[in-house]
């Protein structure tokens, strides 16, 4: 664990996104090794890196940062207003991706990531948040259940 005191989770500004795109390079990384899917190519950070911008120029989600000695360590990106066509029951919220460098985890900075995420959602009366994780990445799978997320459907897939 680190002392809460050292770890700084602020609002992303644009220059610290130019760092995160890096960030999320190095998460695409560790899922294609698992799922062999999203290429994790620099073209695919700078797609990325777009869409980020635009979901937060149009106000519909937020970027945290974990900072730690002046080096922003991880990240969570979320988007709180999702459009569907169809009625739903609640607002829910989607936590699109979160990392933190391998060498900084099992420390608490992705539980502190998640409840500076929480905090900003409560704000907004959203009470319902949702995700996807890889289901052959234990570790994140087990981190989340710890934060009190359960499995509601499965994604499927098969090679043909």
């Not at 294609?32 to 890196?49: D, G, M």
């Not at 739903?88 to 608490?108: C, H, N, T, W």
């Not at 949702?130 to 459907?153: D, P, Q, W």
Request: glycine share 4%; charged share 30%.
């Amino acid at each position: 664990m680190v002392d809460e005191c050292q770890v700084l989770i602020r609002e992303a500004t644009i220059e610290d996104l130019k760092r995160v795109k890096f960030l999320w390079l190095k998460l695409a990384e560790e899922m294609y090794k698992i799922e062999e899917y999203i290429f994790p190519s620099k073209e695919n950070a700078e797609r990325w890196f777009s869409s980020v911008l635009s979901t937060l120029r149009e106000g519909k989600g937020k970027v945290f940062v974990a900072q730690l000695n002046g080096e922003i360590v991880g990240f969570i990106y979320f988007i709180h207003s999702l459009r569907t066509f169809l009625e739903v029951s609640k607002q829910v919220a989607l936590i699109s991706d979160m990392y933190v460098k391998p060498e900084f985890r099992r420390r608490g900075i992705g539980s502190l990531l998640l409840e500076k995420c929480f905090e900003h959602l409560r704000k907004l009366h959203i009470k319902h948040v949702m995700l996807s994780v890889l289901s052959e990445n234990l570790a994140a799978v087990k981190f989340y259940e710890k934060h009190g997320f359960k499995i509601c459907r499965y994604d499927m897939s098969r090679n043909i």
